[in-house]
Structure formats: structure tokens, C-alpha cells
């Protein structure tokens, strides 16, 4: 499959995230979101040689606290967001890639607690566009 080939998704899919260390995660494709997030836990801002970075810890499954990974990496900027309670919070912007329905691509991704929401990572619109599009009646595509 080319990487110019639009692929469908449904809209719950597992993905990985390689430059994170996290192999299998469960994604919820949701096009009202403009930019993806990340559940994490432990997140600390701190400056290191002169550039903005966040250490954090991600659980990459809900119901396995005993699961997780530390991360360092930069940040690239600080976003405005509307979080899913209607409220606009800021929060860290990294990038790195993902791995989903055969295509891997880097990603910008928002860091944040998402600790009672069912899944630890949402996929936005700028993600998807021009790699997939969204099938709502499917799940998990193989």
C-alpha cells in the first residue's frame, strides 16, 4: 500500500507509538478533535539545554496501573485547548510518530490528564487527512 492511499478506520482502532516506547495502544478516531491527546501521567516541564522539554509517564492501558512508560522529549509549543468539559486549558505539544492500519507518520499530540475517560489517546483531524477516513458502524480494523 502506498502512503498516498486513504485507508479506512473505524472508529476505535489500536495503534503504537514507536518513538515513545509504547507498542499497543487502544485510539478513539474522533474527528471533532483538531489535534490529538495523550493521557499521562507524572508530567513535569522543565528547561535542558536551553530548549522547553516535559517528562511524563504514559499508561498505555486503562485497567493496568502497573503498566507504564517514562518519556522525556521536547516540547514544541503550548496550545489552547478545548478539553472535553467545554473548558479551554493549555497544554504541551510534542510530536512523535504513530503506527495505525499499516501507515506510520509523525503526529502533533497535546499531553494531559485523561484519566477518567475510557481511552488514554484520541486521533484529531490533522492526523487523519489525507491518510484515512473514518467508518463509525466499524472497529478495529485488521
Known sequence: MSDNQVTV???K?????PDLGVKRIKVKIDTGARTSALHVDDMKIFFKDGHRKVSFRIRPYR???DL??????????????KNSGGK????PVIQTRIR???????????????EDMIFRMLLGRQALIGRF???PGRSESK
Open 9 to 11: 478506520v473505524g472508529w
Open 13 to 17: 482502532e489500536w495503534a503504537a507509538l
Open 63 to 65: 485497567r493496568r496501573t
Open 68 to 81: 507504564s512508560v517514562l518519556h522525556e522529549c521536547n516540547v514544541i509549543e503550548e496550545r489552547s485547548v
Open 88 to 91: 479551554v486549558e493549555k497544554r
Open 100 to 114: 495505525l492500519a499499516g501507515k506510520e507518520f509523525p503526529i502533533e499530540v497535546t499531553l494531559t490528564n485523561r
Open 133 to 135: 477516513v473514518v467508518d
